[in-house]
């Protein structure tokens, strides 16, 4: 019993074993789908088939292929929601899931359509859809709550967390665990069917939805749920959707429940936010693509971060994370000192909030080692220097790492706008030198640009990506050029709130604006902690002539205000860390007397397309590979709103042709040459969107 392309299938005495086949996650597209309906459905017309345990190859499956869902293939026959799922309760033939890897959304809602599951001890078991803009929608918010009770499933289904197969069998959402689910599946299925046939009509367990959601305080729980999910501005979309289904799971017999779920998935699959949240999550997952995919990489086991500050420091507690023998180099002992103990202090914080065992936390101490000097880095597969960004700062650290660091060790630099190739000249390897981008805290923050310098090997691009996907970040892959992708796009952003400042309008106002859209941060806030005196120096040290945007910003940097590191900025800063609108920044220009009336609407739209226009640019001259990866930096490093996708999604779902009339009118207003036509974005107008 070969079976089809997408599932596998085999006997075992009177057991049929279908194993689903769509590397690298099974994930649940139409022609899987497909198959494993017929295979269902030819065992439970096969009576010399007693019972049936399905799986996976590799994993059992991470749910729907999301991609589907906007082709509209995600609801085509077979659906999982009825048609499979349906399929599966009417069975008379006995279903057990064993579950290797992840059975996640969709994988798990099948799972427990079956008559009984089986997972192993580190299987992870989830409803992670809430996460992602949606909400289950196979059956998920009506069995779990019959599985594991009404509070156990609103935990599960609104925070979206995954947990282990102990755990999964403690809370009764599988029935057993085993090291080998395929063997104990075959036990369990002789025993179910031996009850099925000494039954007067077939399955002797129960499926789920025979149950009822029978819990006192079951109505209470979802509606005090409901309330707290109402007043968060920031809840997760598909969360209110996902409570009213389990609303309806607690108060509907199953399939009225089941049809409600739908309703509401349905419903919510064509919102705005749930196409920009699947959008994002493909982005990222197809995020650190490299020119040379089938490129070899060198493992790194163990590393050096050159450079005691706050990055440093932040990118030495990454590595120790991903397991990686850290040595952190300083000249001043002092330095190296102090890192050390605030890395352990971190640690030790992370234990406290239970986030590391104190195992962990020792195996992590144990791998860290502080020194002075560079020769610290003689013996390690990477090297990632941190230190102060300035171009011969950072010349002078990679000329010394070339005649100490072995030949063939990585050698990142984690510059945010430097060019890297100037950086690679002073080595004689600059095949071995590659950006590191990391954004502060860099133990943190998910993101981080890695730079294919001009001479940078595959292998070493491949390797540093592999590496940086270790650490569990999200790696996108830039060329050399000012800014990279992100500060470059971002310092538009910064402009355009400064120009509207010059035009009248308070920088506080322009930050409610914004932050009220729903970036993370306003402008102005964000220029304060950075510094003003970072962005006034990189003004200061560029060629050309000034540009007149910046003429606030400079004044403000002139005057020592600094930002939050000085007290002063944009905002004052009091001892308790609150803060108020710095007064006198207002006579630095004329508040409220611009020539004409700005409204919020205009604060938006010429913020946001800055980052739009400026996007263009990038993406016209490759240092982005793709639209996608620059909605996942903008995303994941500058705050963008991830309701809105990123800057270029907002776009094609505003309408190129809609954006670029906006920009030529701003052109006309303002006598702004950066609002000139771009080229490529008209070409975007007849395109469809990502």
Not at 197 to 222: G, I, Q, T, W
Not at 587 to 615: F, N
Request: net charge negative; charged share 25%.
């Amino acid at each position: 019993m070969a079976g089809s392309a997408r599932v596998d299938q085999h006997r075992e005495g009177d057991v049929l074993i279908v194993t689903m086949v769509n590397p690298p996650v099974n994930t649940l597209g139409r022609p899987l789908r497909r198959d494993l309906l017929a295979a269902l459905e030819n065992a439970e017309a096969d009576p010399t088939i007693k019972a049936v345990v399905v799986t996976g190859r590799g994993n059992f499956s991470a749910g729907a292929d999301l991609a589907e869902f906007d082709s509209g293939e995600g609801l085509a026959e077979p659906t999982l929601h009825l048609t499979i799922a349906g399929y599966l309760d009417s069975m008379k033939t006995p279903t057990i899931a064993a579950i290797t890897g992840v059975a996640l959304g969709g994988g798990l809602e099948l799972a427990l359509a079956c008559s009984a599951r089986i997972a192993e001890r580190d299987s992870r078991l989830g409803l992670p859809e809430t996460t992602l803009g949606f909400m289950p929608g196979a059956g998920g918010t009506q069995r779990l709550p019959r599985a594991i009770g009404i509070e156990a499933a609103l935990d599960l289904i609104m925070t979206g967390r995954s947990v282990d197969g102990s755990q999964a069998l403690s809370m009764g959402l599988v029935d057993a665990i085993d090291s080998d689910v395929i063997a104990a599946a075959i036990a369990m299925a002789a025993r179910l069917a031996a009850s099925a046939s000494a039954s007067a009509n077939a399955n002797a367990k129960p499926r789920l939805r025979d149950d009822a959601v029978e819990e006192p305080l079951a109505e209470a729980l979802v509606e005090a749920a409901r309330r707290s999910a109402a007043r968060n501005p920031r809840v997760n979309a598909g969360v209110l959707d996902a409570l009213a289904a389990l609303s309806a799971a607690v108060t509907l017999p199953f399939d009225k429940g089941l049809a409600r779920e739908f309703e509401l998935f349905r419903s919510l699959a064509l919102q705005p936010e749930a196409r920009a949240a699947r959008y994002r999550f493909l982005s990222e997952r197809a995020a650190g693509r490299v020119p040379t995919p089938d490129e070899s990489t060198t493992p790194v086991s163990r590393a050096a971060v050159v450079g005691a500050g706050t990055m440093g420091r932040g990118i030495t507690l990454a590595l120790l994370g991903a397991g990686v023998v850290t040595t952190i180099i300083d000249t001043d002992l002092e330095r190296v000192d102090s890192a050390v103990a605030a890395i352990a202090a971190e640690l030790e914080r992370s234990v406290s909030k239970g986030r590391l065992s104190g195992r962990q936390r020792d195996e992590q101490l144990a791998s860290l080692t502080g020194v002075v000097g560079l020769d610290g880095a003689a013996d390690v597969d990477a090297v990632i220097e941190a230190v102060f960004e300035d171009l011969q700062v950072k010349i002078d650290v990679f000329a010394q790492l070339d005649s100490i660091a072995r030949p063939g060790t990585i050698l990142a630099s984690n510059t945010s706008s430097l060019d890297l190739n100037l950086i690679a000249g002073a080595t004689k390897r600059p095949e071995s030198v590659v950006g590191m981008h990391f954004f502060s805290p860099a133990n943190i923050m998910k993101l981080v640009e890695v730079v294919n310098g001009a001479h940078t090997a595959p292998a070493t691009l491949a390797s540093t990506v592999a590496l940086a996907k270790r650490m569990k970040k999200i790696p996108v892959v830039a060329e050399v050029g000012p800014g990279f992708i992100g500060n470059r796009i971002f310092d538009q952003y910064l402009r355009q709130a400064n120009s509207l400042v010059l035009e009248g309008l308070e920088p506080s106002r322009v930050d409610r604006v914004l932050e009220a859209w729903g970036m993370a941060m306003g402008p102005f806030r964000v220029l304060d902690v950075i510094g003003n005196d970072v962005p006034w120096m990189a003004r200061r040290a560029a060629p050309g002539a000034k540009d007149p945007a910046w003429a606030i910003a400079d004044a403000v940097a002139e005057r020592g205000w600094f930002g939050r590191k000085s007290g002063i900025g944009w905002y004052r800063y009091a001892a308790d860390g609150s803060s108020s609108p710095n007064s006198e920044v207002g006579s630095l220009y004329s508040p409220g007397r611009g020539d004409r009336a700005i409204d919020d609407a205009e604060i938006v739209e010429r913020c946001v397309l800055a980052m739009v226009r400026e996007a263009a640019d990038v993406l016209e001259a490759a240092i982005a590979a793709s639209s996608a990866d620059v909605d996942t930096v903008m995303v994941n490093g500058y705050g963008f709103p991830a309701r809105h996708g990123g800057p270029w999604f907002f776009a094609s779902d505003l309408g190129f042709d809609r954006a670029n009339r906006a920009m030529v009118k701003w052109a006309r207003v303002t006598s702004d040459p950066f609002w000139e036509p771009s080229t490529f974005l008209r070409s975007r107008e007849d395109r469809p969107t990502p």
